[in-house]
């Protein structure tokens, strides 16, 4: 069964913790991408990889860190220096080489909440 | 700056009618332009993507079109169906400056409900 599966669905953190979300993929897709969605507003760019044991920062990178240490995955790390995390966050995948289509497949969301 | 609009932010249609949701964007450097469907509470889905030369692309009752000179696209639904209920969303898709992939502008969507 491929495709990219993301853990876990729903994610309660107290204010001052840190917390990993996972995203896993078996398309071998060599870039993978984190965005964060919030109500109203269009998707936002966190972190991407395009090849293993490298990342760039997105337009939101400050209060988050990501690995990309094997090809498959690609966890996010929300630190307490991200002052507003309660957000779906998506992790979405594609194949590198080729700029025209690039399609992004995403994964099905964790949904977190800062309490 | 590089930015998607979409028209309208929402839309209720009963089921069994047509419509078209709109989206403007000013986006430079162009790769394509891409609909997604979005359920509450899942990720999109891609439902079409379209380059620069490409004016319409179908997918069953999905019918998207681009005009890249006045940069506009519209995806309209054919007899709609209850499970087209979802947010709709236009990407614009720009080159990362130096890399292999694209880096994706996304609108904020169009929020439809299909009413029987």
């Known amino acids: 069964d491929g495709g990219i599966t993301q853990s876990p669905k729903y994610l309660f953190r107290k204010e001052g913790q840190n917390v990993t979300l996972s995203c896993e993929q078996n398309?071998?897709?060599?870039?993978m991408y984190w965005y964060r969605q919030d109500p109203g507003q269009g998707l936002r760019l966190i972190y991407y990889?395009?090849?293993?044991?490298?990342?760039q920062k997105g337009d939101i990178a400050e209060g988050y860190s990501v690995s990309r240490e094997k090809k498959e995955s690609f966890p996010l790390t929300v630190t307490s220096a991200q002052k507003n995390p309660t957000a779906f966050y998506l992790c979405a995948s594609s194949m590198s080489g080729g700029v025209s289509y690039n399609e992004q497949f995403f994964g099905p969301g964790t949904r977190l909440t800062v309490l | 700056k590089n930015q998607v609009e979409q028209s309208p932010q929402s839309l209720i249609i009963l089921e069994g009618k047509n419509c078209t949701l709109q989206c403007n964007y000013t986006v430079s450097p162009f790769s394509n332009l891409r609909w997604y469907k979005q359920d509450t509470g899942r990720g999109p889905v891609s439902l079409t993507i379209m380059t620069f030369s490409e004016n319409t692309k179908s997918n069953g009752r999905y019918t998207a079109t681009l005009d890249a000179d006045t940069k506009q696209s519209s995806l309209h639904i054919t007899a709609s169906q209850l499970s087209d209920s979802a947010s709709y969303i236009c990407v614009v898709s720009t080159p990362f400056y130096g890399g292999a992939t694209n880096k994706l502008i996304f609108g904020t969507g169009t929020l439809l409900a299909v009413q029987p």
């Open positions: 398309l071998n897709h060599d870039a």
């Open positions: 990889s395009q090849i293993v044991n490298d990342f």
